[in-house]
Each structure stands twice: as structure tokens, then as C-alpha cells.
């Protein structure tokens, strides 16, 4: 008898017009001390399955078919008062963001007895004691003390660790884990990972562990079910559905992780779906206007930074003695060859962010100096040097759909830096936008629509064409990918190496993801705690890292290059 | 703690340096208090004689001097119509209006919190549209026509109610007088008190409503129900801690702009309050009074302020006002 | 803690007896705002004046129709030119227990000389002789007609009581108008009631005093509960919630309410106060042609503010006086043609008309800023545009001094009740030596209107006096001087069995001693 068996799930969303099939006859089973992971781009319906099983579907989505049985109990069928006694007791829930997931109003000790005693015929001291234990369990140190602070107080890796003391707390038969560690740094990721697969081993619960992560799967799952679209379109044991995948979607999607054992020219695509990729050869750049820009240089090296330093106040306080700072980067130095791709890597808070920052003019730097082409752009009095070196740096975030301004048509977005900065004369400019529009591979149709019309992706394409429109010289790309699924990641990832072949653009790359550095960059720094640690060619790096932390990082890089090896599809064109 | 303190400290005293000088720049268009203080009849020598006494022919810049060099001193002037300090005037009218304050802010928050909550949990409810569509209205209903709305039908039409005044009051440690411990006194309030806070009301349901909603939304109250939990103790455990942190911070500044409103139903009751004199003074030119009414409103602003961020201290855990280890 | 709540319980129980059952001789009264002051000579207002008249009693006072009652005076006959003899009431006791004697005239006369609001109207006067302990002499620096009216203004105050220094060393009887007094927190009258208790600009209590002189006084109230109550609506409200028992004043949009009520009373009287415009001739050369003037008064059309805006609450005037006054004179009515106001536009050349500047307060009369807007629009008619400003009294009269705008409003109460008053202060030359002319913002000027009324206030022949003073309105109504609109109305109502009709009067000092309530 399975843990869990669930037969021909539908779920749908009930939207205007149109009803949205969330899942689609989805069928699988779970055993006890399982692990599976249950994997697919977003909006596959994997959160979906996983919110369904307990009704926790945000409204209207509702189950309108199939059958989901905990042991012998047919929980889809149990009402509102049922079901709360499943949620905790038999049923325990991680969810993906640690930060967001725990009150912020109430102290641990709070969260995790009031659980408990919901959970387990306890009271309030048996309760506060066995959460203790629980929190020792999970490897929080001091936990006596601990049970007693805000979630604030403590770190994001920390507070998994106590989501995961409280999803144990009704001691549950199965743990449903919906992105567990995706919001968290490499090195905290491969701890609380472990430590879910040793508590499932140890209590013999099952998990269904939802992710996106190829990597994760491939470290944890005992079992893989790959989603797409709301159906199920394969399962089985992790080695075979990683090695020898027999649904296209599946090998497509293994194909388009970014490898990090060896270095690639393209990415390949997922193939599956249909692609978007078109353009690149719509204009010709050596003509184009595009192509005109600035390209007199005066040194090899075109940005380098010398002893950058920035602190933030933590705590204000009248006296010197009593502020608290936070010092973003220390003595920075680093230096950007013309028409290479530089890669910052570090975990987050490692301050390279702020460094793109302070390179781009939005935020000032204490001391040090950044020089661009020559020009100080530190505290140099030059307003009109400034702002013309300025134009020829330009940033692509990481959130495409914060970074544009939703009241915009996206025609108009594009024009604002070539109109601010008059580059073009005022009749060529929308021509100049339809082509910078089809280069990126939208189509200058849709200069008329506004940003919320368009996916991730798409988005980060107008991103990338508005930084485009200044004919920048360096191009800061800031987790240009991070909130993109791997497919679109590999597309976008693409378009911005087309893009440097043709226009000779230098990068500054930032990113966690050490698979994505290793296929993008040539030089390489790792950052923490504000300072640069080591310094290397790219393959160099990967290969022979010097530092000890650098090192460290490598090992813990989830890979599951071993299995890839032997199914590798390679589409990649040309 | 001691230097928030000190800080609250001297952002009140700037504040109340600055509306001094804004009152003493538009002091001119006041008018004149010896239209107030005399009859029309008397001589313009007279007149000139009482202008000289009052200080009024001074250059402003004098005037204001030595109205700095008193106030350090803690003496804001003497009221024209009081005929006594203005400080003290102030202190006297103060209980009635905090009283009555205190009371639109109890209805406040008893009605708005249960209303918002419920129009956030269920929202297709039909009496959480009425609520809704009331609120719309409500806040289109300016505050003198709701309070004369009141009197028209609990006390002249129906005769239920005290038309005006704050009727018996019992006086407490020797100074304030307190409208809660009588019954005369608590049914001169009610309505008063309704009035006051129907202005408010519709703005805090929303608020409440707004925030209930966000919170409901967010990743906590979704873990929270993922643990077991009920929606009895999800809402009102998990919810709605969560949602008091906004509600204080935009409703403490509100509760500051109801000095403000107390003036318009202050006048409307006869509420003897801060705001009827108020009024009053500015009708009567009462300089020093005006004066030392705003400069106090400013002080108070700074000083609710002050409480709701203590407050907000309370609630919040990751506020840290008293300076401890982070 | 029970017996707290029962002590609570029976509070409230107490609240709403209290509320609910009315005492038959307490009278609970409200204003629109109570006087500033107990000393009744630091200012000359209708509140300070009505205050006088319940806590102290005048020499002589007036009646309804305008003529004089004797009260601390039980006689006067008229010595020579300049001196009018006063029989004074024996057995009077002030509040304090002390007997009212001469001497306490003579101490008050002296006081009234020295208060700032009231030694303009004693200016005629040069002294008041103690003949003996009941008899005063009042002698005038010439022949003056007006000795009577300036007596009503001599309410004796209990010099005993006012004499020495207070707990602070401040002369008792010193009269401060900034701040406070002994005079102004502490009162001795021989009036009908005391203070018992005030707290300023919410209540003050009144009993009656026991020793009150005048035993054939029909008046039964006990005990008057005095609250200002400033906003009208609120005042009715407060009438007709059973909340007070009478108020004043009412606003002629309550009229219907209060009429209609069974509960209620609504008693309405002709009132002395002349509300008009003044054209100034300094500003404009335009208005310093007659044609002009006789055009904008000709256009303005008096009987309709008064139907319209005042809802009948006025009478309409074509003149200051008021009927009852010695000026009154009967042929000079309204003149609304709009069709001779242009005529008389267009034969002065202004036939294509001119803006001028006008001002008016928005809360010191009766709907000053609405009557202001309908003339604005009335003298569009001729053609003249009026750029209109109205704004509170606290802005208006700074403004009103400094002669701000070419057309002016004021409203003008007779503190003597006579017309000579009008046009010492409204119509005579400005003049700042002899200080005439005070408020007249138009600068109109006539030496006959000057010297006729210099002359009255030597005149003690009344028929004589009255033709003289008849002749000056005459004079300002050719020469359209100023725009009359109307004497305001007075008002006020009282819940049924109060009866307020035999005691109120067009000065507005209800005679509450007087009051009877069933």
C-alpha cells in the first residue's frame, strides 16, 4: 500500500472565458521513505498538485476530478474540519521562501507550539520542550535560547531549518517540500537538503519534493515525476529519467541546464517548445545604426575598478561609538578587458550587486576610483564626460517585471534612452526601435503593447533591447536569468553571446549560479563579504580554484552531470 | 530609548518653533483683537492706546521676540477672552477633547476591525458589499452634517439624546473632568463621539480591509493553514497581529487628524473642547490663544507619533526602538 | 465595586431625570455666546449689557415702546439747562448685603468716565452731584437732549465691595481689559440675580437674590442656567430637544422649524440696527456725483433682500433711523427704479457703467455676505461691475479701517437709542480732533448734516430736536449719502409657558428679573 496514491487529478482555474487546466489526469504514488521530486518549468502545475493534495488551492482553483488517498483515506473527499486535522498531523509543508514563510510578529517557540499542540495531545510545557528537541533535531544550535527569538533574528537558511521543525512538529507521515531551497545560497541549499533526505530516511516519511532545480533533483529524489503544462509526462527512478529520459520535454529540459563540467558555445534549447528564437540576422549591424556607436578606445582595459570601498549604517545612533555598519565592498580592485565577459560570483550579500551598482551611477562609492575608458567616474567634477560615459554603460536586472515601468508602452520605453540621451535623430528613432525590437527577437509589432503583456523572458528581451538603445560599450547583467526557468534562461543567455559577437559589447556578468558563469564568462572573480577572494580565467577557475572557499562552492554546486553525460541531445544550431 | 526620546524631544520643539513663526507671519490677517475687546463706538486714540497696551503696534520682529523670550519660560500669553494664560486655557479644555477623542477611537477601532476583517474574509458576503457601498458613502458625508443629522433625530425628533454640551461630568485627581463616569456624561458623549468617528470609520474599514487582504496573501497565513491550523486562528491570530502594524501607523496619524475634525464637531455639540475654542479664538481674534492651540496641536502630533511608534515597537519584534542587540 | 456600579446605575438614572424633568423655575437659557467678562464696564456689548441688566439694575430703563421706566431712580425732574435732578430708591441692597446709597452713583459715575468703551456716551456729562444719601444730580457741559437715554447706562455698582485691593494687590474696582480683574471674576449688583457659578464659555449659573428691592416684580425664576451655544441649528436643536427652555438669537431659517413646533414659541421684533453700504467718494471721483449715488440706490432693491434673503426678518429702510427714533421721518420710504437708476447713469455720463471694489464680512450680520452678493448683482444692472470681497469680521474691520474697497457694508446699533448717534459715527465729516465721523468709510460730507446734528445734541426741546434731526436724514436721502438696506429683526424663542413676550425689547436686554414661567 502506497503512502500516497493519487488517480487522474484535475484541476482547473475557472478564469473569464476561459477555464485554465492546471492539472491533467495526474496520476502517480509515493511510498513511505520516499523521495520524489516532482519537476517541471513554471507553471507545469507541480505547486499546484502539491497545494491540492491538502486544499490549499488559492481561489478559484479547485479539484474537479480524481482521487487522492493518504494510506486508506480518500483526504480528497474530506471537508473544511477533516482536512485540518491531515494539514500538520499527516501532512507537514515546506514552503519555497524561508523569509516569508514564518510570522515575523511571533517568536519561534510560538510558532512551533501552537502546531504541536494542534497537532499532538500535548500541553503548553510538554509542547515547548518537544519543539525544543525538534529544533535540535534540525540542527539549530542553542536551541533552548533560539526558541525564544523572531524569525528575524535569524538567518534564511536557519529559518528552513525551523519551517522544517515545525513541518516534523505533528510528526507527519509525508512532507510535502514545494521549493525548499531555491530562494537560498548554494552552500545552505546542500545543507537542508541533506537534512530533509536524512529525516525522511530516519522517520520513514515520505516527501514530494517540487522543484525546478535539475540539480536538486539529482541529488535527493529516489524518484522522478517531470511536468509539463498540468500532465505528467514521465516517471520514474531519478537515474533513468536523468540518463535515458523518454519523453522529448524531459530531454530537452535535461539538455537545456547549463553545464558546468565543460564549457560550451551555445546553450542548447529546449526543443520541445516551441521556439521563439528568431531574429539576430534582421539587420545588419556593420551598417545599422546599432553598430555605429562609440568604439575609439583608449585602453585595453575598458572599466577598472581600484580600491572600491562602501559601508551601509546598520544602526543609526547619535555617537560614533554606538553605529553599526555594514561594509558592502571592501578594497575592491578588479579590472575589465575591451570585449570580454568578466564574471562576479559570491553568494548573496557578497556584495556584487553594489558593485554593479556603484559602475552604473546609482549608488556612490566612499572611496576608491572606477575608471571607464579612461575617464574617472568617481567625484570627477565633469558633469557632461560623466553622463556620455554613463550612456555607454547600461544594466540589465534581475526582476524583468519590476525593472520596467508598467504605464509605458514598450515602443516608448525604448525610445527614452536614445531621445534622453539624443543619439538618433527625433524622425529615425521608431524605426530605429522596430529594429532594435526584431533583433531581440519580439517582433516590432510589439512596440505597441505594455510590459504586463509579456512572459519572463520576453521581458528581460525588452530589458536587453532598452539597454540596447544607448549603443552601450559595457553591458552590466545583474541575475540577468535568475528568475527564469532554464529554458527561457538559455534563450536569453544566447542572445546576449549573439549579441557580444556582434557588437563587440564588454560584459560584467553577475551571478550565483555557477553553471551559467562557466558558460559565460572568461575571467572570473568570487566574491564574500565584500571582498574578492580569488581572480581567474574562467576555465581555470572551474577547474584548479585556488581559494579554499572557492573551492568549497565547486563541491556543494549541485550536478548531475554524471547521469547527463550519457543522454546528452545536443540541438544546439549552427 | 533615551535617545529616541531626545529626538522626539527636538523635532517637537522645532515643530512648535516653526508654527510659531508661521503664526506670527500671518498674524496680520488674523484680525484685530481690539475689535473684540472694545465696542465700535470707542475712540481711534482709544483704540491706539489699547493696541500699545497689548503690544500690538510693535514691529513683528519684537513681538515675536518677546513672545520667544516668554515661551522658553513656558508662557505662551494671555487669552483676550479667557482672560487667563493661554497654556492653561489649553489644559482645561484638553480632557473634553481627548475625552471625546478617546471615545470616537474606541467606536473606531470596535466597529472598523470587525468590519474590515469580515469584508476581508469574505468578500463576496453580501453584507460586506453593504459595508462596502456604506463606506463609499460615509466618507462623502462631511462631519458637521452627520452631527447635525444626529441631533435632528435622536434628540429633537425622537428625544433620546442631549442635544449639546457634555452635560454632568466627574471631576478626577482634582483636575480632570471625565464624561465616563457618569451616566449624564456618557450620553453626552455617545453622539458627539459618533459623529467624531463617522468621518474616520470608512476610512479604517477600508484600511483594515486592505491590509487584512494583503496579509491573507502572503506566504505565512498560507503556512500557517498548511500547519493545521483553524481559520478562526489563522485569521485571528496570524492575520490580524499582522495587520494592526499598518492600521496603527496610518491610523495613528489619522487619530492626530481628528484633532483636527474635533473642531467641526466641537462647535456642531457645543463639546466645550480644545477645537470650539478654537474656533472661537480665530473668530475673536484671539491671538495668544490661536497661537498656542496650533503650537500645542503640533506638540500633540508629535507626540501621538511618538506613541505609535512605541507602540509599533511593542508589536513589531524588529523594530528596535530601545536600542538593544540586533 | 458593586457599589460603585450602583452609585453608577443611579448616576445615570439621576442624568436622565435630569434631563428628561423640567424644575418650572430654574430657566435654562442659551446665546450664541456668553459675555466676556463680569465687570460690566470693561466692555460696551450687547452680552455685557444684557449681563447688566440681570445682575444689576440702571438708574432708569427703557420700555418697549421705546419710552423710560423708573427703577433705582423713583423720580427725576429736569433742574436747568444742564442739570437733571434723580430720586433715588431707598431700602436697595446690593448682593454683598451693603445698602445702596449715593455714594455708590457717584463711585460708578466716576468709573464710567474712566472705562474706555462707556466715556464716549459720558462725554456731554461733567458731573454727578451727591445731593444727599437718595439724591444725585446728573449736570451736562451743556444743554444736552439725551440725559435720560445716557441714564439708562448707570447701573450702580457696589462701591463697598469694589474698593480696596484684591489677594494679587490690584485695586479692586480697576477696570483691565486684557486679563483679569478682581471687577471682571467677582460681581455686586442690586439686580435680581447672582452669579453662583462661571466657567467661562460654558456655563454660568444665576439665583435669585433673596433682598431683591423690587417685590412687585411678577418675575418666579429661581435659577437660571445660562450656556452659549454658538452654532444655530444646534441652538434649536437644543430648544426643541427640550434641552433649554429659551434662546437668541434665531436664525430666520429656523423660523419655520420653531413656529411649527407645538413645544415652542417663536417671538420676533422689530430691531434698531440699520444695515447699509457706504459709497467712499475719496477712492472714486464717480461716486462723488449725486446722479451716481441716486443711481446705485435707486438700483438697489431693498424689499427684495428683505423678502428673499432675509425671508421677511428685516425692515426695509430708506433712511438710519428707525421708527421710534426722533429722526424717523416717515416720507423718506424706499426707492427701487431701476429704470430712473439708469436714467440717472446715463444723464451723469457713466452710462456704459465702471467696476468698483466692494467688501462686506461673512459673520458679523444677519446673512451680510448673501444680501452683499444680491446688491453686487442689482448694480449690474446699471452697469457697474462689483469686484465683491467678503471675508470673517476678525479680517473685515482691519479692512474696513483702512477704507479698503469703494463700497463698504456696516451695520450700526444707537448705543443712546437716538439718531443723532447714526450720524456722529456714520454720516458726519471724518474728523479725527473731534473724532466724528468715525466709520463713515464713504467720506460723505455735508456741513448742513455736520452743524444740524451738533445742534440736536444742544437741543432739549424734543419737538424741536426732532424736526432738526428729521431734516438731516432728509439732507442724506437727497443727497443719497449712503445705500440703507434694513433694520435687522430680533428674535427669540422659548419653549411654551415661558414667557418671554413681555419681557424682551428692541435693545435686546431681556428684563429676566421680570420673567414668569407657568
Known sequence: ?574 | MLQFLLKRLLQAMLVMSIISIACFAIQDSLGDPTRELAANSISSEERELLREELGLNDSTIIQFGRFIGRAVQGDLGNSYFFKEPAMTVILKKLPATLELSFAASILIIVISIPLGVFTAIRPRHWFSRLTMAISVIGISIPVFLTAIGLIFIFSVTLGWMPSFGRGETVEMWGYWNSNFFSGDGLLHIIMPAVALSSIMLPLFIRLVRAEMLEVLSTEYVKFARAKGLSSYKVYMKHALKNTMLPVITVGGVQIGIMVAYTILTESVFQWPGMGFMFLEAVNRSDIPLITAYIMFVGFLFVVVNTLVDLLYGVINPMVDLVGGNQ | MKNKLQLMGGLFCAGMLAFTVVDAKTLRLAYDADPVTLDIHEQLSGGVLQLAHMTFDPLIRWTKDLGFENRLATSHERLNDTTVRFNLRKGVKFHSGNSMTAADFSWTFDRLKNSQDFKGIFTNFSALNVVDDYTIDLVTTGPYPLVLHTATYIFPMDRKFYTGTDSNGKDKGEIVKNGASFASTNQSGTGPFTVTSREQGVKIEFERFSDYWDKSSPGNVDKIIFTPIKDEQTRVAALLSGGVDMIAPVSPNDFGQIRSNSKANLITKAGTRIIMFQMNQERRAELKDIRVRQAIVHAVNNDAIVKKIMKGFATTAGQMSPEGYLGHNPKLTPRFDLEEARNLMKEAGYENGFTLTMMAPNNRYVNDDKIAQAVAVMLSKINIKIDLQTMPKAQYWPMFDDRAADVMMIGWHSDTEDSANFNEFLTMTPNSDTGMGAYNSGNYSSSFVDESTMAANQETDPAKRASMLQAVEERIYQEAGIVPLHWQNLAWAARKGVNIEPIVNAMNFPYLGDLVID
Open chain 1, 1 to 574: 500500500m502506497p503512502l500516497l496514491t493519487i488517480k487522474s487529478l484535475c484541476i482547473e482555474f475557472p478564469g473569464r472565458g476561459k477555464t485554465e487546466r492546471a492539472a491533467n489526469n495526474v496520476s502517480f504514488e509515493l511510498h513511505a521513505g520516499e523521495i520524489l521530486g516532482l519537476v517541471g518549468e513554471s507553471g507545469a502545475g507541480k505547486s499546484t498538485i502539491g497545494n491540492g493534495i491538502v486544499q490549499l488551492l488559492s481561489a478559484p482553483g479547485r479539484v474537479t476530478s480524481g482521487d487522492i488517498y493518504l494510506n486508506d483515506d480518500l483526504i480528497s473527499n474530506f471537508n473544511a474540519k477533516q482536512i485540518l486535522k491531515v494539514r500538520g498531523s499527516r501532512i507537514g509543508f515546506i514552503f519555497q521562501d524561508p523569509m516569508t514563510s514564518l510570522n515575523p510578529l511571533f517568536t519561534i517557540e510560538n510558532q512551533m507550539v501552537e502546531t504541536i499542540i494542534n497537532c499532538l495531545d500535548m500541553n503548553q510545557q510538554q509542547a515547548s520542550q518537544y519543539a525544543i528537541e525538534l529544533l535540535a533535531q534540525v540542527g539549530i544550535p542553542d536551541p533552548e535560547i533560539r526558541i525564544k527569538q523572531f524569525p528575524h533574528q535569524f538567518s534564511g537558511g536557519m529559518r528552513q531549518r525551523v519551517v522544517i521543525a515545525i513541518a516534523l512538529a505533528g510528526k507527519p507521515e509525508l512532507i510535502i517540500a514545494d521549493e525548499p531551497t531555491t530562494a537560498l545560497d548554494v552552500s545552505v541549499q546542500d545543507q537542508i537538503l541533506t537534512l530533509i533526505k536524512g529525516l525522511c530516511r530516519e522517520h520513514n516519511v515520505g516527501c514530494l519534493l517540487v522543484t525546478h532545480d535539475m540539480g536538486v533533483i539529482a541529488n535527493v529524489a529516489d524518484r522522478v515525476a517531470v511536468m509539463y503544462r498540468g500532465n505528467l509526462v514521465e516517471i520514474g527512478d531519478t537515474a533513468q529519467i536523468l540518463g535515458s529520459p523518454n519523453h522529448d520535454y524531459t530531454k530537452s529540459l535535461i539538455s537545456a541546464v547549463p553545464r558546468s563540467n565543460i564549457k560550451t558555445d551555445r546553450f542548447p534549447l529546449v526543443e520541445y517548445i516551441e521556439t521563439t528564437e528568431k531574429g539576430l540576422d534582421s539587420i545588419d549591424v556593420t551598417t545599422h545604426w546599432l553598430g555605429q556607436g562609440v568604439r575609439h578606445t583608449h585602453s585595453d582595459d575598458l572599466l577598472v575598478i581600484k580600491d572600491l570601498n562602501l559601508r551601509f549604517i546598520t544602526r543609526d545612533a547619535m555617537f560614533e561609538r554606538n553605529r553599526r555598519y555594514l561594509q558592502a565592498t571592501s578594497n575592491v580592485n578588479l579590472t575589465v578587458k575591451q570585449g570580454e565577459t568578466y564574471g562576479l560570483v559570491g553568494e548573496s550579500g557578497s556584495g556584487k550587486s553594489t558593485i554593479a551598482r556603484m559602475v552604473a551611477g546609482l549608488q556612490k562609492p566612499d572611496s576608491g576610483s572606477i575608471q571607464f575608458d579612461g575617464l574617472e567616474l568617481v567625484g570627477n567634477p565633469d558633469k557632461v564626460a560623466i553622463r556620455n560615459a554613463r550612456k555607454q554603460i547600461q544594466m540589465v536586472f534581475q526582476n524583468p517585471y519590476s525593472s520596467l515601468n508598467g504605464r509605458m508602452k514598450i515602443e516608448n520605453i525604448i525610445a527614452e534612452p536614445i531621445l534622453f540621451h539624443k543619439i538618433a535623430p527625433q524622425g529615425d528613432v521608431s524605426q530605429i526601435v522596430g529594429d532594435l525590437l526584431d533583433h531581440v527577437g519580439l517582433g516590432r509589432q510589439s512596440g505597441k503593447k505594455y510590459p504586463h503583456e509579456f512572459s519572463g523572458g520576453q521581458r528581460q528581451r525588452i530589458s536587453i533591447a532598452r539597454a540596447l538603445a544607448s549603443r552601450p560599450r559595457l553591458l552590466i547583467c545583474d541575475e540577468p536569468t535568475s528568475a527564469l526557468d532554464v529554458s527561457v534562461q538559455a534563450q536569453i543567455l544566447n542572445l546576449l553571446k549573439d549579441l557580444q559577437d556582434e557588437l563587440g559589447l564588454t560584459m560584467l556578468f553577475i551571478s550565483h549560479d555557477l553553471p551559467v558563469i562557466r558558460q559565460m564568462c572568461d575571467r572570473v572573480s568570487i566574491m564574500r563579504h565584500g571582498m574578492i577572494l580569488e581572480t581567474a580565467e574562467s576555465e581555470q577557475f572551474f577547474e584548479h580554484p585556488e581559494n579554499a572557499y572557492s573551492a568549497e562552492l565547486l563541491s556543494l554546486m549541485p550536478r548531475f552531470d554524471n547521469i547527463y553525460e550519457s543522454s546528452r541531445i545536443t540541438k544546439a544550431p549552427n
